[in-house]
């Protein structure tokens, strides 16, 4: 690395974990997870506004390292048994929580007078869920292992999956016109199998790691050998057409029936302390303020779309909760479906990419996935359901 | 990051981690430190050989922030008083350790038929210091609290310092043909005195710090906030003209002296755990084995000037041990100033670019380099003083 860069690199990393903390401390101080501190401040360091934490190669490679060991650490601490007695109503929530938010994106856009391809790519974006977000939100309201918590992130796994499926279809409508359904189930089919089979094979295999690991003496092989193995877990899921977040936390969800579990929990927790919140620093550091200007008359309306695909995107994913069915908040779970963060960006990015996305509708895209992301957190809050079943995590 | 990028990382990463365990676990049962195993299996792994590790920039980058990980729990470790005693002894083993391997690395490269500035610039190279495989043995050993290890680390860190000093002055040299000395002094001083400024500003700040953070709630603030410490006093040693890992060291031994330095240590443990171990790995997968085949005629030339520089590399530094005077270890101090590591491979790499040394040089000095480093582990472990007056660090 160039002396310069990593001068650079340092400086934005030093100050994407200063200002995590200070504007995550101060979130929790007026009664909100320190995630919406995280994201916030990661719009006044990002390059629209003060520009000490650039969107450079460094920072989305740590970043990129911080969800992954996210998402392993919220594998380790969820029950599997659980989240597979609800894999009924997590898969009922991801699937209405898809439809439902495609359908209405695409009328709202269509309604704006875009044409077809257009809308079918609003749509798209509308479907996904960011597992980041709602997961760490789930981390800090000490709802991870409530029933909600498990069916969020069950759907929010399953949603992330056939999201990519999604953006595979749209995509390839973009680039021809037309799509192959065949590809697409099996593509689908592709992912979950690859979760299936890592979940049953990987347990015996976590198994077998941690009693060798343990007859070792070196230092630090467990946490060294753990995330060792979920950084290959993950990039077995994306070799499997999925996403590489969905191997970290199956590889969790895995080593956490080992009975090293805890130890491994307890060693993983200060990595992710420290890698972590750059991720949420790096979504908010893609904000462009510019866009929020609506002197602009360009902006205005894009602002007047993206009110519509937030109040769609919003209302869609409650509609979603409500597929939850049995005794749960559907509102909590609604809402914990609602955040489209990295996920909807990747969708906007690509249309914009293959000219199915014009300026002001990418424009407005990105503004719906900001502002689903960022009333994820207080919506959360405000409905966390106030009874005994929720163990703090 | 690319799709297929991030899945070359993530497989050299987790590659990187688990070969470092496996072969730091089998040096350590063949009665070797670790890190030789890490050394050793970088060769393996690394471009010339397997290539599962490529020298690739998401690579250095984690290697990066491994080494100044580790350099800030090695100052965690540290007692400052106990540095500043023997920092006499440290300075007069640096001194020595640098005029000597200088001197004779020049002889020897001039006895060879090189010109006078290809000599100069192979005796600067075999000035260096690898602070990070130094500290990291002498922490196997359980002989960083030792006077020993002390005067090992004053001296490493001093050497650093005047290192990078003697890199601007042969580079000025390389490219003018003479030296400004003043200036060279200046950027002597400079580094020095940030470092004491650092400190002795660090201790009051580093308090301010911790007793701030002690007043806040949200979760991981005390490593997170440490861990931008590091950072920021990495950055800041780098402005000065001084290396990174000095600052990084700088910050640990700071906060070492505020109450929670141990709870600071502990959580910085497993990061480092997860993050250095790369960093050997990518040290070891710069040796070319290409370079190491005798039937090449280039390479005989290369291999006896390697032999050459690597006995008065050795010899040089056990020099300087006997520099140190009282009642310590000489010869342990002494070896453990040998290894070159990744500051005479960056020596070696500037020399190249500038034309100062010609290709058969450059792979000697490169293998000098790695001779040095590879004889360290075993060369510590066997002259290790076997006294009470080492604590288990």
């Known amino acids: 690395m160039e002396h310069g860069e990593l001068g650079t690199f340092l400086l934005a990393f030093a100050a994407a974990l200063l200002g995590a903390k200070v504007f995550g401390e101060l979130a929790e101080r007026i009664g909100q997870p320190a995630v919406l501190g995280e994201l916030f401040v990661g719009i006044l360091l990002g390059p629209s506004l003060l520009g000490l934490v650039p ?4 920072i989305l490679l740590v970043a990129e390292i911080g969800v992954l060991l996210l998402l392993f650490e919220v594998g380790l601490e969820t029950d599997l048994e659980e989240l597979a007695r609800v894999g009924g109503a997590a898969m009922a929530v991801a699937v209405v929580g898809m439809v439902v938010p495609f359908a209405s994106g695409y009328l709202v856009t269509r309604a704006a007078g875009y044409p077809t391809l257009t809308a079918i790519f609003v749509g798209a974006a509308l479907t996904a869920t960011s597992i980041g977000i709602t997961s760490r939100v789930l981390s800090e309201l000490a709802m991870l292992k409530s029933r909600e918590g498990q069916i ?9 999956i056939l999201g990519l499926v999604v953006l595979a279809v749209v995509s390839q409508i973009a680039a021809t016109g037309s799509v192959a359904l065949g590809d697409a189930a099996k593509a689908a089919g592709l992912s979950f199998g690859f979760l299936l089979i890592a979940i049953v094979g990987g347990i015996p ?23 060792a193995f979920a950084l290959l877990a993950a990039l077995g899921a994306q070799t499997a057409g999925s996403a590489a977040i969905v191997g970290a936390f199956a590889a969790g969800l895995v080593l956490a029936r080992t009975n090293r579990g805890r130890d491994i929990e307890t060693a993983v927790r200060p990595v992710v302390d420290v890698f972590a919140p750059v991720f949420f620093v790096a979504i908010g550091a893609q904000v462009d303020v510019a866009y929020l200007n609506p002197s602009t008359p360009a902006n205005r309306a894009a602002l007047l779309l993206a009110l519509g695909l937030t109040v769609v995107g919003v209302l869609g994913k409650f509609a979603a909760g409500f597929a939850a069915g049995g005794k749960v ?7 914990g479906m609602i955040p489209r963060g990295e996920v909807g960006l990747i969708f906007a990015q690509i249309g914009k990419q293959n000219g199915a996305l014009p300026e002001p509708v990418f424009v407005a895209v990105v503004l719906a996935v900001f502002a689903t992301t960022f009333v994820t957190p207080p919506l959360l809050k405000a409905l966390r359901p106030a009874r005994a079943g929720a163990t703090k995590s």
Chains 1, 2 share one sequence.
Do not use: T
């Open 55 to 58: 969107l450079s190669a460094g």
């Open 152 to 160: 969020i992130l069950g759907a929010a796994v399953a949603d992330d």
């Open 205 to 227: 295999l976590g198994r077998i790691l941690v009693k060798v690991v343990g007859k070792a003496q070196v230092r630090g092989i467990l946490v060294a050998v753990a995330v």
């Open 329 to 335: 908040s559907r509102a909590f779970i609604g809402a």
